[in-house]
């Protein structure tokens, strides 16, 4: 250790007492604490945490044509419909005559992940290679993190083709029908 | 024989080394902070594995939250300015020098265009207080009545004159056209998601970005 003041005062010519020299050593112990202080202050106070961003993607609008449908083949389209109470209701073809639901489902890995994930693989072998299309279509009753959670599983599936929709009264009619239409 | 004294350590510890550490991550810290700022509208954002993260500048957000209140602001104040200017003229507004600097320290504004003077006269601490700012009008067409139409559009325009005058400089970056982000509450129902949706769409603006939080992998 870096010891500044060690002369004792021994040797010294005629015995004169000498002032002891002091002031080599300063006691940092305060200023560290300030240091750490402010750099505790500092550490919080920065936005470390940035927001995620989500980038959707909307289809074109065509202002002259009212028409929004697009039409996709029956065996390769499932539509998701958002409800209430973070519910979603799903089937495979059209709503008409589907091949598949129209069945409730919640979200996460025992919900809605699970057919997403069975579908993506059946899809190809029925449809001659193509793969799925997802349509997702919200209800007025469903919320900002509905949609956000279902494209997120989008995302988590890995699945290429999806869209966002406008739901049809008679949709509205099976989500009702379901008891997730609740405001 | 006198007994061998031991010398005592000093119980003192040598500061300097652990000083000159913490002074410099202070610095550290103190260089590369901006600081958090008091969210004029804070909302609730949905969680998402998405693990991109929302560009610093260049974007313009529009936040959503409280049964349908729309705020809307750009991320750079040179930005802001020039938006005002051109919603002045097309809303018939006049503002001061005055106006233009404190919009400039807005982050987001959420009033319809006649009454964002009375907004803007106001102390900043004022201007978020409950039932101040009630939301920009939002409708389906695009007609002066869709205030929000009209303030994304005149921002776009505003960020593509501002990259066009900063065309000249040399170490100049295109950092492309202006970014509309949705930050909505995750309560926020669908309908005024939506029409803000059909808004963006309107004016093409078929690509934008919803704000999320982080989420782990899987729940």
Do not use: H
């Not at chain 2, 700012?133 to 004159?161: C, F, H, K, M």
């Not at chain 2, 963006?200 to 690509?207: E, F, G, I, Y």
């Amino acid at each position: 250790m870096a010891e500044l003041n060690q002369d004792s005062g021994k040797g010294g010519k005629g015995g004169k007492v000498r002032s002891k020299k002091n002031g080599g050593k300063v006691d940092l112990t305060a200023m560290v604490d300030l240091a750490f202080l402010l750099i505790t202050f500092f550490m919080l106070t920065t936005s470390l945490n940035k927001p995620q961003a989500m980038d959707v993607a909307m289809p074109d609008k065509d202002k002259t044509e009212k028409k929004e449908e697009v039409l996709t083949a029956d065996n390769r389209s499932v539509t998701v419909l958002l409800g209430s109470d973070n519910k979603v209701s799903w089937y495979y073809g059209q709503i008409n005559a589907p091949i598949e639901g129209p069945t409730v489902a919640g979200f996460g890995a025992d919900g809605i992940r699970k057919v997403l994930i069975e579908k993506k693989a059946y899809v190809p072998r029925v449809s001659g290679g193509k793969d799925v299309i997802v349509i997702i279509r919200p209800s007025d009753m469903s919320t900002q993190k509905d949609l956000v959670d279902i494209l997120d599983e989008m995302k988590i599936v890995d699945i290429k083709r999806y869209m966002i929709a406008k739901i049809s009264p008679e949709e509205i009619d099976v989500l009702k029908r379901d008891n997730i239409y609740n405001d | 024989m006198g007994k061998a004294k031991v010398k005592r350590a000093s119980t003192s510890i040598d500061m300097t080394a652990m000083c000159d550490v913490s002074f410099l991550l202070l610095s550290f810290f103190v260089m590369t902070s901006t600081a958090k700022q008091p969210e004029a509208f804070p909302v609730d954002t949905p969680a998402s594995t998405t693990k991109d993260k929302l560009p610093d500048s260049n974007v313009g957000i529009i936040t959503i939250g409280d049964k349908g209140k729309v705020f809307f602001g750009a991320t750079d104040r040179d930005v802001r300015v020039k938006t005002l200017e051109k919603m002045s003229s097309r809303y018939g507004v006049q503002f001061s020098q005055q106006d233009y600097d404190q919009f400039a320290l807005m982050e987001n504004v959420g009033t319809p265009m006649k009454a964002i003077k009375q907004v803007l006269a106001m102390e900043p601490s004022k201007r978020l207080e409950p039932g101040v700012q009630n939301g920009i009008p939002v409708d389906s067409t695009e007609a002066l009545s869709n205030e929000l139409y009209q303030w994304v559009q005149t921002a776009r325009l505003a960020a593509a004159e501002l990259n066009k005058e900063k065309e000249s400089n040399r170490d100049f970056v295109d950092p492309g056209p202006l970014k509309i982000a949705i930050k909505a509450d995750g309560a926020e129902k669908y309908p005024s998601i939506n029409a803000v949706i059909e808004t963006l769409r309107n004016q093409k603006q078929n690509k934008f970005s919803f704000i999320t939080g982080l989420r782990a992998e899987d729940k």
